[in-house]
């Protein structure tokens, strides 16, 4: 296996190890949760992921707001703002 040398300033070095850390630290943090979704999901991962049916999901984008991308032609929604959409219809019974 072939070695790579560089020479780096300290404070880059020392920047570069910081966030290496923290995406092994969320990485790790998402698998001990079981949450090996990707960050951009499609209709269906989205579906699979909060244990709808697909209608469900294209009613929620089409007449509730869940925002949406669309990349290539494909229509994806970020997990992150799935869960905050998720979270404003929660109820405090």
């Known amino acids: 296996m072939a ?13 570069l ?3 290496v850390r923290e995406a092994l630290a ?3 943090a998402e698998i ?7 960050e951009y999901m499609s209709v269906d991962e989205t579906a699979d992921y909060v244990n709808v ?12 707001g869940l925002p ?3 990349v290539g ?6 997990r992150i703002e799935l869960d905050d959409y998720l979270q404003s219809f929660r ?3």
């Open 3 to 15: 070695e790579l040398r560089m020479n780096l300033s300290h404070d880059f070095e020392d920047s």
């Open 17 to 19: 190890r910081k966030d």
């Open 26 to 28: 969320e990485l790790l």
């Open 32 to 38: 001990k949760e079981g949450n090996t979704y990707p």
């Open 53 to 64: 049916s697909r209608s469900t999901i294209d009613k929620w984008i089409k007449n509730r």
């Open 68 to 70: 949406t991308i669309t």
């Open 73 to 78: 032609g494909t229509t994806r929604i970020r």
């Open 91 to 93: 109820s405090n019974k």
